[in-house]
């Protein structure tokens, strides 16, 4: 049985999609049969993948409206072993058309059953908000993982994740964990940099994930090529460090070493 993981944070501009993409790639190289699902109107990860996305294309928005089955819309990518349930803009409008829904919060999870012992990992790349949407990946997954910028404002909303988080424990998914939080885009030439690592790991302990990601030019250049980093350019520190988070979240998963 695969495991389903949702890469979460309502902030934006904190690595969110760069981690789904990269950390998704880095498990397909190492053999693992993985699906990525965009479930973000903004649609990043499709096109950082190097997937047009176009309005009225086959996509999430019509398996959460019932209209095709989650095996319809999955797409290849150039990466071996990854597959991508691609966004669109048509996204946007699903949370108010879905409000009326019997089970909402549930749509995602169900689309998925058919299909989820296909792969190893599901990965889910929530919109940064906390609306039916993300509710949506919560209640489909196993763990969560959070991606938190390392900057001044760091621990800022995260209460009202968490808080989000456990109300999705407590009503919709019991099973659902807290896989770790992920610090991104460290810049070590700063103090602040140093004083926010302090600062959080002090704070979550051994919820923090040893790897760190690095502020990268690199990291950034890769979406607009359509590829993840390392594909992009191997020998990056952005590669190399998604890669040693591949492996601290598969050391979490004995099977699947």
């Not at 196993?142 to 989000?164: H, K, M, N, W």
């Not at 140093?194 to 250049?221: A, M, P, W």
Request: negative net charge; charged residues 20%; contains cysteine.
């Amino acid at each position: 049985m695969g495991r389903t993981l949702v890469i979460c944070n309502q902030k934006g501009g904190v690595g969110k999609t760069t981690t789904a993409i990269n950390l998704s790639a880095c498990w397909a190289l190492k053999g693992q049969r993985v699906l990525l699902v965009d479930a973000d109107p903004q649609g990043n990860a499709t096109s950082g993948l190097g997937i047009e996305k176009t309005s009225g294309d086959q996509s999430l928005y019509h398996v959460l409206l019932g209209e095709l089955p989650m095996s319809q819309v999955i797409r290849n990518t150039a990466v071996n072993n990854l597959s991508l349930v691609p966004s669109s803009i048509d996204l946007t409008g699903a949370e108010v058309e879905l409000v009326q829904r019997e089970g909402r919060e549930f749509l995602l999870r169900e689309a998925l059953k058919p299909i989820k012992e296909q792969f190893d990992f599901v990965a889910i790349d929530s919109p940064p908000s906390l609306g039916l949407l993300t509710i949506n990946g919560l209640a489909a997954a196993d763990r969560v993982l959070i991606p938190v910028q390392c900057e001044f404002y760091a621990l800022e909303g995260l209460s009202q994740l968490l808080q989000t988080i456990e109300l999705v424990q407590g009503s919709l998914n019991p099973g659902l964990t807290i896989e770790g939080l992920l610090l991104t885009m460290a810049d070590y030439r700063t103090n602040l940099t140093h004083e926010v690592i302090s600062e959080v790991r002090n704070f979550f302990k051994d919820r923090i994930f040893q790897t760190v990601i690095s502020r990268s030019v690199r990291l950034g250049e890769a979406p607009s090529h359509g590829k993840p980093i390392v594909l992009y350019d191997s020998q990056s520190t952005g590669a190399k460090q998604y890669d040693e988070l591949s492996l601290e979240i598969l050391n979490h998963v004995p099977h699947l070493v």
